[in-house]
């Protein structure tokens, strides 16, 4: 199994950036999708952004054109860059490695974008 901890995360305020992280427990060069997932209080878990293990990368209408996602195999770790934070950007942010037999999720990083 793979672990997967998240961190960065922090109180912004609105028009900030803050840049998460999502360092595994092993070599996620083999892994082929990593993914962002975020979960307001009250709200249902949302996808945020994808990133294959080719590089191609996908987001969630809220947040395309904000927010970047990477990977670094040589670290281990997948990055979210968020730019022009929003209130509603506010959530627990997730980090998921998609393997073939199953799925790990990271324990969240809390993101408050308040002024």
């Known amino acids: 199994q793979v672990q997967l901890v998240e961190s960065g995360g922090g109180l912004v305020q609105p028009g900030g950036s803050l840049r998460l992280s999502c360092a595994a427990s092993?070599?996620?060069?083999?892994?082929?999708?990593m993914r962002w997932y975020r979960q307001a209080p009250e709200k249902q878990r949302e996808l945020v952004a994808t990133?294959?293990?080719?590089?191609?990368?996908s987001y969630a209408d809220s947040v395309r054109g904000r927010f970047t996602i990477s990977r670094d195999n040589a670290k281990n770790t997948v990055y979210l860059q968020m730019n022009s934070l929003k209130p509603e950007d506010t959530a627990v942010y997730y980090c998921?490695?998609?393997?073939?037999?199953?799925?790990?999720w990271g324990q969240g990083t809390q993101v408050t974008v308040s002024s």
């Open positions: 092993r070599s996620i060069f083999t892994i082929d999708t």
């Open positions: 990133i294959t293990s080719r590089g191609s990368t």
């Open positions: 998921r490695a998609d393997l073939v037999a199953y799925v790990s």
